[in-house]
């Protein structure tokens, strides 16, 4: 084992002992002592598989303060922190083990140390005048260096000296040998006098600029705590603010606050579904007086927005249905294509009609606002009342309360900074007990949404409803914040709720490296499929989570075609606070076949303390193939969505006016049921989701033992379940690793991973390749053939 010498290093300015090298660390019974690279540095112990993970993949550390290091035998080294963990190491020899152990006390001591001066310079750093100070840091560090030059020219003399000495002492001069030593004796005793005198300057100076830079590292940190509280009084008084404006304008009008009390200019940009507006720059606010909505009869103006339209200088707007594939190596080509043009929209309502009353049209106008075990079935709403094709089960309406097992999450975050965590594995802890796959088919909650749409007569009002429908996914993420399981490769999920809702559903993780998972669902009047990946960034405070694949629908009676790419979704206050989830970008709804040249833009406000517009907001506008607007969608993506058609278009085209008709709510989110808190803040057809039923096939997420015994409470078995079905799933990928290797090896053919239920075929209208349901689950439920499904629980 040369090349496990240990590297020792001196670190530059602070002496820290640090040393790097390869050693052996115990790992399991299994697997033994396995090499690892090993880093001291600054108190702590690391390990790395290999030397070029020392930048992103820390494997484990150990702080030295306190943790005890003791030697098993000549080789063998044991460093423990009191029972939490152990590290058992051996070396390549005695030599290298000693050198390992001796600077492992040394950091020791130096990390006690340095806790310690924290602790005793805590008092002091708050006592400290900083214009004062200053001069009195310069001033001794100026005289220490000066102390440090005067030994310099010392020892410079003094061995200028004592070498002299020492050529005399080898000539043949007739002085005596003795008066010659005697000279030498006493140059050397002034050179290591000087030396002394040197080094312990040096310590001088190097104990002074250490006591003072922590002292400083105190007052930094004390104005950086100073400088976010004053931030977050500042936030707060600006929220309190807003809120007094808004009742202020509410007790002049003696009127509930209307959905947008203000007026906000937003960016709508009908780009790639990738560029999402991210940054309040782009916002600019209006008075609240000014634009606020007022009595009936006054056509007051409901709004302004920029809206960014892109014209394509080719017929390439045939494939516009593909736009923003991932992957898709004609996107640059596209955007080369593209022609952006910027408009300035404004919005007035026409006068109400005032023989109407606004409470009685949204009664009238609205989608039924009910428990779905309340709701008709979603076919007979379709067929405007027909009799059920079979009886509806009675379906469980909770589950069990979730059980209080405090953990930290920044515990587990805070070696996650940067990393994708669709690949790092989390305990139960943080998770709901529902699979990704339900989480998706969560989505067709308000399915009864795209029933109304297939019914339009009007395209343009039919693409209204759907954005609406795109919206009511998001519903419930307001309050939703735990991590649904990830999928097993193979994994299924069907829900068949063509009893009470008029549809069923089926959904495959159909990829693994990277993740992937395929829906199809299908009603009376309308079939939606989608294929859901997904990146995620945790950026120490924040966890953002960026989509990816594309979800369409096909309205059966008009031919009708459209797709869209779901927005970003970002997860705040992962370190400290309650958490919360917001919504933000541009959303693309785009038809093709009979609906081509038909879109919608929604853009999704981020959230603002500054924000004098309701927090939340949706704003959009359905455009035909005419360029022309003709229904306007405004809303909250937490609570309800209206539309209105434009009645008349006035102004320049860049900066239209459209004057309104009449709002009607196309989507309203249903009430949480009662102490919903307690169960994970399930609505109840999420609760419905993991219930138990039998016929299903052996690779469905209402099987998988970890999920349900999380929903059972049993927390800790389900951790252990957790990690054998991971570890399982692991075993399987090395094993087709394996195969294909040697496949290759052969020079024959290795076929790649292929779904149960799903294939892979190229997109209608593009060069991009989507999954589609084969349509045979159903017929092998009917006959119970599971025999081509995976083992994978």
Same mark, same amino acid.
């Given at each position: 084992?040369?090349?496990?010498?240990?590297?020792?290093?001196?670190?530059?300015?602070?002496?820290?002992?640090?040393?790097?090298?390869?050693?052996?660390?115990?790992?399991?019974?299994?697997?033994?002592?396995?090499?690892?690279?090993?880093?001291?540095?600054?108190?702590?112990?690391?390990?790395?598989?290999?030397?070029?993970?020392?930048?992103?993949?820390?494997?484990?550390?150990?702080?030295?303060?306190?943790?005890?290091?003791?030697?098993?035998?000549?080789?063998?080294?044991?460093?423990?922190?009191?029972?939490?963990?152990?590290?058992?190491?051996?070396?390549?020899?005695?030599?290298?083990?000693?050198?390992?152990?001796?600077?492992?006390?040394?950091?020791?001591?130096?990390?006690?140390?340095?806790?310690?001066?924290?602790?005793?310079?805590?008092?002091?750093?708050?006592?400290?005048?900083?214009?004062? @100070?200053?001069?009195?840091?310069?001033?001794?560090?100026?005289?220490?260096?000066?102390?440090?030059?005067?030994?310099?020219?010392?020892?410079?003399?003094?061995?200028?000296?004592?070498?002299?000495?020492?050529?005399?002492?080898?000539?043949?001069?007739?002085?005596?040998?003795?008066?010659?030593?005697? +000279?030498?004796?006493?140059?050397?005793?002034?050179?290591?006098?000087?030396?002394?005198?040197? +080094?312990?300057?040096?310590?001088?100076?190097?104990?002074?600029?250490?006591?003072?830079?922590?002292?400083?590292?105190?007052?930094?940190?004390?104005?950086?705590?100073?400088?976010?509280?004053?931030?977050?009084?500042?936030?707060?008084?600006?929220?309190?603010?807003?809120?007094?404006?808004?009742?202020?304008?509410?007790?002049?009008?003696?009127?509930?606050?209307?959905?947008?009390?203000?007026?906000?200019?937003?960016?709508?940009?009908?780009?790639?579904?990738?560029?999402?507006?991210?940054?309040?720059?782009?916002?600019?606010?209006?008075?609240?007086?000014?634009?606020?909505?007022?009595?009936?009869?006054?056509?007051?103006?409901?709004?302004?927005?920029?809206?960014?339209?892109?014209?394509?200088?080719?017929?390439?707007?045939?494939?516009?249905?593909?736009?923003?594939?991932?992957?898709?190596?004609? @996107?640059?080509?596209?955007?080369?294509?593209?022609?952006?043009?910027?408009?300035?929209?404004?919005?007035?309502?026409?006068?109400?009609?005032?023989?109407?009353?606004?409470?009685?049209?949204?009664?009238?106008?609205?989608?039924?606002?009910?428990?779905?075990?309340?709701?008709?079935?979603?076919?007979?709403?379709?067929?405007?009342?027909?009799?059920?094709?079979?009886?509806?089960?009675?379906?469980?309406?909770?589950?069990?309360?979730?059980?209080?097992?405090?953990?930290?999450?920044?515990?587990?975050?805070?070696?996650?900074?940067?990393?994708?965590?669709?690949?790092?594995?989390?305990?139960?802890?943080?998770?709901?007990?529902?699979?990704?796959?339900?989480?998706?088919?969560?989505?067709?909650?308000?399915?009864?949404?795209?029933?109304?749409?297939?019914?339009?007569?009007?395209?343009?009002?039919?693409?209204?409803?759907?954005?609406?429908?795109?919206?009511?996914?998001?519903?419930?993420?307001?309050?939703?914040?735990?991590?649904?399981?990830?999928?097993?490769?193979?994994?299924?999920?069907?829900?068949?709720?063509?009893?009470?809702?008029?549809?069923?559903?089926?959904?495959?993780?159909?990829?693994?490296?990277?993740?992937?998972?395929?829906?199809?669902?299908?009603?009376?009047?309308?079939?939606?499929?989608? @294929?859901?990946?997904?990146?995620?960034?945790?950026?120490?405070?924040?966890?953002?989570?960026?989509?990816?694949?594309?979800?369409?629908?096909?309205?059966?009676?008009?031919?009708?075609?459209?797709?869209?790419?779901?927005?970003?979704?970002?997860?705040?206050?992962?370190?400290?606070?309650?958490?919360?989830?917001?919504?933000?970008?541009?959303?693309?709804?785009?038809?093709?076949?009979?609906?081509?040249?038909?879109?919608?833009?929604?853009?999704?406000?981020?959230?603002?303390?500054?924000?004098?517009?309701?927090?939340?907001?949706?704003?959009?506008?359905?455009?035909?193939?005419?360029?022309?607007?003709?229904?306007?969608?405004?809303?909250?993506?937490?609570?309800?969505?209206?539309?209105?058609?434009?009645?008349?278009?006035?102004?320049?085209?860049?900066?239209?006016?459209?004057?309104?008709?009449?709002?009607?709510?196309?989507?309203?989110?249903?009430?949480?049921?009662?102490?919903?808190?307690?169960?994970?803040?399930?609505?109840?057809?999420?609760?419905?989701?993991?219930?138990?039923?039998?016929?299903?096939?052996?690779?469905?997420?209402?099987?998988?033992?970890?999920?349900?015994?999380?929903?059972?409470?049993?927390?800790?078995?389900?951790?252990?379940?957790?990690?054998?079905?991971?570890?399982?799933?692991?075993?399987?990928?090395? @094993?087709?690793?394996?195969?294909?290797?040697?496949?290759?090896?052969?020079?024959?053919?290795?076929?790649?991973?292929?779904?149960?239920?799903?294939?892979?075929?190229?997109?209608?209208?593009?060069?991009?390749?989507?999954?589609?349901?084969?349509?045979?689950?159903?017929?092998?439920?009917?006959?119970?053939?599971?025999?081509?499904?995976?083992?994978?629980?």
């Amino acid at each position: 084992m040369a090349d496990a010498a240990a590297k020792p290093a001196a670190e530059k300015g602070g002496g820290d002992p640090q040393m790097k090298g390869w050693l052996l660390k115990w790992t399991n019974y299994i697997k033994g002592y396995q090499r690892r690279w090993f880093v001291l540095s600054k108190g702590v112990l690391s390990y790395y598989r290999n030397q070029s993970e020392i930048n992103h993949t820390c494997r484990g550390t150990i702080s030295l303060h306190g943790a005890l290091i003791h030697t098993v035998d000549s080789c063998t080294f044991v460093i423990s922190n009191g029972g939490t963990q152990t590290f058992h190491i051996k070396a390549a020899n005695e030599v290298e083990r000693q050198s390992w152990v001796t600077s492992l006390e040394l950091a020791k001591v130096k990390a006690i140390r340095a806790i310690e001066s924290e602790e005793e310079e805590a008092e002091e750093t708050a006592q400290v005048v900083p214009s004062q @100070e200053i001069n009195t840091v310069v001033r001794d560090l100026t005289e220490r260096l000066e102390n440090m030059r005067t030994c310099y020219d010392l020892i410079t003399k003094h061995g200028a000296a004592l070498q002299r000495a020492l050529n005399d002492l080898e000539s043949n001069e007739e002085e005596s040998l003795a008066s010659r030593t005697k +000279i030498v004796n006493e140059r050397a005793t002034l050179f290591r006098i000087t030396s002394n005198a040197m +080094i312990n300057a040096g310590n001088d100076y190097l104990r002074s600029a250490e006591s003072q830079g922590h002292k400083w590292s105190k007052m930094l940190h004390h104005e950086r705590e100073q400088r976010q509280r004053l931030e977050e009084i500042i936030e707060q008084m600006a929220k309190q603010q807003s809120q007094m404006e808004q009742a202020a304008v509410l007790v002049r009008r003696n009127k509930p606050l209307p959905l947008a009390s203000s007026s906000t200019t937003m960016s709508i940009n009908s780009g790639p579904p990738g560029t999402n507006l991210t940054s309040d720059d782009e916002t600019e606010f209006f008075d609240a007086e000014e634009y606020g909505y007022g009595r009936t009869g006054e056509s007051p103006i409901d709004g302004t927005f920029i809206l960014k339209l892109n014209k394509r200088r080719s017929s390439s707007e045939d494939h516009v249905g593909s736009e923003g594939q991932t992957g898709s190596s004609s @996107e640059s080509d596209e955007q080369k294509r593209t022609i952006q043009t910027v408009q300035q929209v404004c919005l007035i309502s026409a006068a109400r009609v005032a023989s109407g009353d606004d409470d009685e049209a949204d009664k009238v106008e609205r989608v039924p606002n009910a428990n779905p075990d309340e709701l008709p079935s979603s076919s007979a709403r379709a067929s405007g009342g027909s009799k059920q094709l079979m009886p509806a089960r009675n379906r469980r309406t909770s589950v069990p309360d979730k059980p209080n097992y405090p953990l930290s999450l920044w515990s587990i975050m805070k070696n996650c900074i940067g990393k994708d965590l669709s690949k790092i594995p989390m305990p139960v802890n943080f998770n709901e007990p529902l699979s990704l796959l339900q989480r998706l088919v969560e989505d067709y909650e308000y399915a009864e949404i795209l029933d109304h749409a297939a019914s339009c007569t009007d395209e343009s009002e039919q693409l209204a409803y759907l954005a609406a429908f795109t919206v009511s996914a998001y519903g419930t993420t307001a309050i939703r914040t735990g991590k649904p399981f990830n999928p097993l490769l193979g994994e299924t999920y069907e829900c068949d709720r063509r009893d009470d809702l008029g549809w069923r559903c089926l959904a495959e993780q159909v990829s693994h490296h990277p993740p992937v998972a395929a829906l199809h669902c299908e009603g009376k009047d309308w079939v939606c499929w989608q @294929e859901f990946s997904m990146t995620s960034k945790f950026r120490g405070k924040y966890l953002q989570v960026n989509p990816l694949g594309g979800a369409y629908v096909l309205f059966h009676k008009s031919g009708h075609r459209y797709s869209w790419h779901k927005v970003t979704t970002t997860v705040n206050n992962i370190i400290v606070g309650k958490l919360w989830v917001d919504q933000h970008g541009t959303m693309e709804i785009v038809g093709t076949n009979a609906a081509h040249g038909n879109k919608c833009i929604l853009n999704y406000i981020p959230y603002s303390y500054f924000s004098r517009d309701v927090q939340r907001s949706v704003k959009g506008v359905v455009i035909n193939r005419n360029k022309e607007a003709k229904w306007v969608v405004r809303g909250t993506w937490d609570d309800k969505i209206e539309i209105a058609p434009v009645l008349h278009t006035s102004g320049t085209a860049e900066g239209p006016t459209y004057t309104t008709g009449e709002y009607k709510v196309a989507w309203k989110r249903r009430a949480a049921p009662p102490e919903s808190e307690k169960y994970y803040n399930f609505t109840t057809f999420a609760c419905q989701l993991n219930e138990p039923e039998e016929g299903v096939a052996p690779t469905d997420s209402r099987l998988r033992p970890d999920q349900r015994l999380m929903e059972e409470g049993l927390w800790e078995e389900s951790n252990k379940e957790k990690v054998r079905l991971e570890e399982k799933q692991r075993t399987a990928r090395r @094993e087709r690793e394996t195969e294909a290797e040697q496949a290759a090896a052969e020079g024959r053919p290795y076929p790649a991973y292929e779904p149960m239920w799903f294939k892979r075929e190229k997109e209608e209208g593009s060069d991009n390749f989507v999954h589609v349901c084969k349509n045979t689950y159903w017929e092998a439920k009917a006959a119970q053939n599971w025999s081509g499904c995976p083992d994978i629980y």
